[in-house]
């Protein structure tokens, strides 16, 4: 079946600095990419919608300029969270749609941000 | 906004018996679709429905999708150590073309 790969699975870094996190899927095109936050022991929060080539369209409450999102190919997403602070800790996970009938969504494994 | 609200938070059951999670929707769906995430793993896709009153069985699950649209419930029967995880339910408004609106999911224990 399709894949999503995502990456880094972990990430550990300073307050102040970016973390760029990918999300590419391996034998499809994905017209849509999705990204979700989660905390511990909670549901996924949308974030944003990306599609190919246009601007990212983000959920009511995320900041856009806190969190960049890039869908430069079909097969590849980035989300950069940009001068992380400890409240961005969380674990963020990308999904892709390329249309078919199920409507599944394909999901990476996530990426755990640990910010110090 | 849409939301879709999802109950129990927490079930524990003794291997073999029944478990059911709800789901219920702020607004009517196009479609709705249940996932399954391990503990440690990503959300993966267990089934979507779309007709009104649709039910669909796999095995010892069946989904449910209500006559409005805007409810929907996973049935497992003689659970068994396998189906531990949480299973959330996600919504997609009219038009929304796929964006999912999830729920808050059911965790799911199951002692052997």
Redesign the interface.
């Known amino acids: 079946g399709a894949v999503v790969s995502q990456h880094p699975s972990w990430v550990i870094c300073k307050s102040g600095t970016s973390v760029k996190i990918e999300c590419r899927s391996l034998d499809f095109q994905a017209t849509t990419m999705f990204w979700y936050r989660q905390f511990p022991k909670q549901s996924l929060m949308l974030m944003a919608t990306s599609n190919e080539g246009s601007k990212a369209t983000y959920e009511q409450g995320v900041e856009k300029d806190k969190f960049l999102i890039n869908h430069a190919s079909l097969t590849l997403s980035t989300l950069t969270v940009t001068s992380a602070h400890p409240e961005d800790s969380s674990f963020y996970i990308c999904s892709a749609y390329f249309g078919g009938e199920t409507g599944e969504l394909f999901f990476g494994e996530g990426s755990r941000l640990t910010v110090l | 906004?849409q939301q879709v609200m999802q109950i129990p938070q927490y079930q524990h059951v003794q291997e073999g018996e029944d478990f059911t999670t709800y789901c219920n929707s702020s607004t009517t769906l196009s479609?709705i679709?249940w996932y399954k995430q391990r503990p440690g793993?990503?959300?993966?896709?267990l089934i979507?429905l779309?007709k009104s009153g649709e039910v669909k069985k796999q095995k010892r699950l069946t989904f449910q999708f209500g006559e409005a649209k805007k409810n929907s419930s996973l049935h497992i029967t003689a659970t068994q150590t396998t189906d531990v995880g949480t299973y959330?339910c996600a919504g997609?408004a009219p038009g929304g073309?796929?964006?999912?609106?999830?729920?808050?999911?059911t965790?799911l224990a199951v002692h052997p």
């Open positions: 906004g479609n679709q793993g990503h959300p993966v896709f979507q779309v959330f997609a073309y796929n964006k999912l609106i999830f729920g808050a999911g965790r």
